[in-house]
C-alpha cells in the first residue's frame, strides 16, 4: 500500500523546501501530488520514482576523466 506524505516530509525526503515544492506546483512542475479534503498530499510511491526519472548517472568520459590525476 502506498503512503501520502505531508509538503514537509516530501520536502524533507527531495532534499528541497517546501516554497519550492509550492513553486512547482503552481508551475505545473515536479512530482504529482494529490489534494485530500484540503491538504497536499504527496504518494511515496511516486517521489521514488520522480527521484528515479531525474538521477543522472555520469557518462565513461566523464568517469575516466575524474579518475585521470588518481593512477
Same mark, same amino acid.
Given at each position: 500500500?502506498?503512503?501520502? $506524505?505531508s509538503t514537509?516530509? /516530501? /520536502?524533507?525526503?527531495?532534499? @528541497? &523546501? %517546501? /516554497? &519550492?515544492?509550492k513553486t512547482? =506546483?503552481?508551475? %505545473?512542475?515536479?512530482?504529482?501530488? !494529490?489534494? !485530500?479534503?484540503? #491538504? @497536499?498530499?504527496?504518494?511515496? #510511491?511516486?517521489?521514488?520514482?520522480? $527521484?528515479?526519472? *531525474?538521477? *543522472? !548517472?555520469?557518462s !565513461?568520459? #566523464?568517469? @575516466?576523466?575524474? *579518475? =585521470?590525476?588518481?593512477?
Amino acid at each position: 500500500m502506498n503512503k501520502l $506524505i505531508s509538503t514537509k516530509e /516530501a /520536502a524533507e525526503m527531495l532534499g @528541497v &523546501t %517546501e /516554497a &519550492t515544492l509550492k513553486t512547482w =506546483r503552481c508551475r %505545473e512542475k515536479g512530482p504529482e501530488w !494529490v489534494k !485530500v479534503e484540503g #491538504a @497536499v498530499r504527496y504518494d511515496t #510511491a511516486r517521489l521514488l520514482e520522480y $527521484i528515479r526519472k *531525474h538521477t *543522472h !548517472v555520469p557518462s !565513461v568520459r #566523464a568517469l @575516466v576523466e575524474d *579518475h =585521470r590525476g588518481t593512477f
